[in-house]
């Protein structure tokens, strides 16, 4: 089994920035690649940016320049550092990463999510 735990959502006036975290657990073997996604209330879930495990980043364009995917492979953590937020970034974001947990066993799994509201 594998947990997926994220933290530091919080409210934010426009202009202020956070740091999300996302904590990984579990019967992990190694994990490869490792993203951001958001959904905002009757919105579709859409790709914030992600990472593989040589670091390598990518990013939607409408957070590029603003946000910033980092990732700490020997403590299974991944980070998204949020500066100049917007009130259009307010939504629930979600960790999501493919974790091989055995040979020739992998799968992706999800976080529950953390509220992220940025007041105008």
């Known amino acids: 089994q594998v947990h997926l735990v994220e933290s530091g959502g919080g409210l934010v006036q426009a202009g202020g920035s956070l740091r999300l975290s996302c904590a990984a657990s579990?019967?992990?073997?190694?994990?490869?690649?490792m993203g951001w996604y958001r959904q905002a209330p009757g919105k579709q879930r859409e790709l914030v940016a992600d990472?593989?495990?040589?670091?390598?980043?990518n990013y939607s364009d409408a957070v590029k320049g603003r946000f910033t995917i980092s990732r700490d492979n020997a403590a299974k953590r991944l980070y998204l550092q949020m500066n100049s937020l917007k009130p259009e970034d307010t939504a629930v974001y979600y960790c999501?990463?493919?974790?091989?947990?055995?040979?020739?066993?992998?799968?992706?799994?999800w976080g529950q999510g953390t509220q992220v509201t940025v007041s105008s």
């Open positions: 999501k990463a493919r974790v091989t947990t055995g040979v020739l066993r992998s799968g992706y799994y």
């Open positions: 579990g019967s992990i073997f190694s994990i490869n690649n």
């Open positions: 990472t593989t495990s040589s670091g390598s980043t």
